[in-house]
Nanobody, 121 residues
Framework: QVQLVESGGGLVQAGGSLRLSCAASGRSFDSYILAWFRQAPEKEREFVSR?????TYADSVKGRFTTSRDNPKNTLYLQMNSLEPADTAVYYCAASLNPWANAEPSLYNYWGKGTLVTVSS
């Protein structure tokens, strides 16, 4: 089992940057597929990026966001550049032991409580 805690959210102007972190506690951190999802008000939760084996990104963030993981520190990161108002959402970190876990939220067993990112125009 793993517990996930996100941090680093906040208010930023369009064009700015933020770096989110997801600290994990528990064993065998490097065994998990990790991902970032986000949920904007009145919208469904959507995939942002996946780290584990192959790193993938949603088309909407490709070229602007970079995800990385530091296994010795049990931490997942999301560097977000060139932020847009459409990026405003609660960002969630998720973990799965399923090596085929991809962009489908239901494939992830563990979730953090999220961190709010607000991008002003």
């Amino acid at each position: 089992q793993v517990q996930l805690v996100e941090s680093g959210g906040g208010l930023v102007q369009a064009g700015g940057s933020l770096r989110l972190s997801c600290a994990a506690s528990g064993r065998s951190f490097d065994s998990y597929i990790l991902a970032w999802f986000r949920q904007a008000p009145e919208k469904e939760r959507e995939f942002v990026s996946r780290a584990g084996g192959r790193t993938t990104y949603a088309d909407s963030v490709k070229g602007r966001f970079t995800t990385s993981r530091d296994n010795p520190k049990n931490t997942l990161y999301l560097q977000m550049n060139s932020l847009e108002p459409a990026d405003t959402a609660v960002y969630y970190c998720a973990a799965s032991l399923n090596p085929w876990a991809n962009a489908e939220p239901s494939l992830y067993n563990y979730w953090g409580k999220g961190t709010l990112v607000t991008v002003s125009s």
